[in-house]
């Protein structure tokens, strides 16, 4: 059945995959999907002036007798990048999950080549040289990347990756967005599982994460895992900065704030995380997401604790620009209401080649060897979806 077969016809997340085209948009969330675009152009300028231009573009849109416009896209990690932020005056909307396990790989082809930038030597030098200057009192927290490049002679199907991450990702947030460029399109696509912030009314969710171990296909191991996580000293503290940071922030906005006094347990299909569903009433509702969003970015579960000496450390360490990654993905109607995941566990996709990024938490008590490992099992998310790994690749 196709989209334009109206009637009682309400389509799935799966037939607005089915209908993606470059230059759209795809996120899926547990309430539902939305296909919007493709984009014709991206509101200009850096997050100061593209927020308020979208906010006033929603506005423009309702007033000209749309029904639900929205402004959907990528906000980047740092100022090197622009946000990509476009309107659209009806995208398609899917309540019902119908989320396709697996599905077609996105390549028929194996990789021409894998290359690690930094490689684990690189990665868990600049680590070293993080727990440094933590040890100076510099800061308490820091979180560095590496990517990983996935080289193809021929192009990657982009629906095709998505469908295959939608499939290990129900709870999570599943998302591909267009950043189109001079010259060349890339599509940063995804599947995370972090909840930057969501506003429907007055009431927002937050659900930050930070603090990991692996997964094992032994329950027993598995569950061991998830137990020392909960009592990890160093994961604990890994996870507060963010706690703090994250509350600071939804207590200018909120009359009441519920932090939990301690995290709990998320699981992605590879990885067990600590994380913490933050929940509160705004004073008011006209605070949009996309607002609350900005706010909040970027939290200490991507950059670090200070803010401002973590984001110096990280342009000193990582030999590469984040540009989207670690920024944030979502949508923001006109009354404001949205949602804004963290963009990890992603990839641009390129043509031919797909650069895959992960990151990880450093804090006093970190080693070298432990942040590498992790960051390698972070891959497995987007290498699984590519086929290079087993799906949820678990020792
Ligand atoms: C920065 C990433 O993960 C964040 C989210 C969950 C757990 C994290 C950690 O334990 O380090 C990170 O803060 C990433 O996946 O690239």
Not at 106 to 130: D, F, I, K, M, N
Not at 249 to 264: E, F, G, I
Not at 313 to 335: K, M, N, Q, T
Request: aromatic fraction near 6%; charge should be negative; hydrophobic fraction near 45%.
């Amino acid at each position: 059945m196709s989209l334009t077969d109206l009637g009682t016809y309400v389509p799935t997340t799966n037939d607005l995959l089915a209908a993606y085209a470059p230059g759209s948009a795809f996120f899926a969330s547990p309430r539902g999907a939305l296909l919007a675009g493709p984009a014709s152009a991206a509101l200009p300028g850096p997050l100061e002036i593209a927020a308020p231009e979208a906010l006033r573009r929603l506005d423009a849109a309702v007033a000209a007798g749309h029904e639900r416009p929205i402004v959907v896209g990528a906000l980047p990690f740092g100022s090197t990048s622009p946000p990509h932020l476009f309107l659209d005056v009806a995208p398609e909307r899917a309540t019902r999950p119908g989320h396709g396990a697996g599905g077609m790989p996105a390549t028929a082809a194996s990789p021409l080549s894998v290359t690690e930038w930094p490689g684990p030597a690189g990665y868990a030098e600049a680590v070293a040289r993080a727990l440094r200057r933590i040890s100076l009192g510099e800061l308490d927290k820091v979180v560095l990347a590496r990517t990983l490049r996935v080289d193809y002679a021929e192009p990657v199907a982009v629906e095709a990756l998505v469908r295959r991450l939608l499939g290990g990702n129900a709870h999570g947030y599943t998302y591909a967005v267009d950043l189109p460029e001079q010259r060349a399109t890339r599509v940063l696509v995804g599947a995370s599982p972090e909840l930057l912030i969501a506003k429907s009314g007055t009431r927002v969710v937050s659900w930050p994460l930070a603090g990991s171990a692996p997964r094992s296909h032994d329950p027993a191991l598995d569950r061991a895992r998830a137990a020392a996580l909960m009592t990890s000293d160093k994961d604990l503290r890994e996870h507060e900065y963010v706690v703090r940071s994250v509350s600071q922030v939804l207590r200018k906005y909120c009359s009441t704030l519920n932090v939990p006094p301690r995290p709990a347990l998320t699981a992605t299909s590879n990885m067990w995380h600590l994380g913490s569903r933050i929940t509160g009433e705004l004073r008011t509702p006209e605070i949009s997401s996309l607002e609350l969003a900005a706010a909040l970015h970027p939290t200490p579960a991507v950059c670090g604790w200070p803010v401002a000496p973590a984001r110096d450390l990280i342009g000193e360490l990582e030999p590469f620009d984040r540009g989207h990654y670690a920024g944030a993905v979502g949508w923001c109607d006109a009354s404001g209401d949205g949602e804004w995941a963290v963009a990890i566990r992603c990839a641009e996709v390129s043509g031919c080649s797909v650069r895959l990024f992960a990151g990880a938490g450093i804090v006093a008590g970190s080693t070298p060897d432990g942040e590498t490992e992790e960051t390698a099992l972070k891959f497995g998310t987007m290498l699984g979806a590519l086929g290079i790994v087993p799906v949820a690749a678990r020792p």
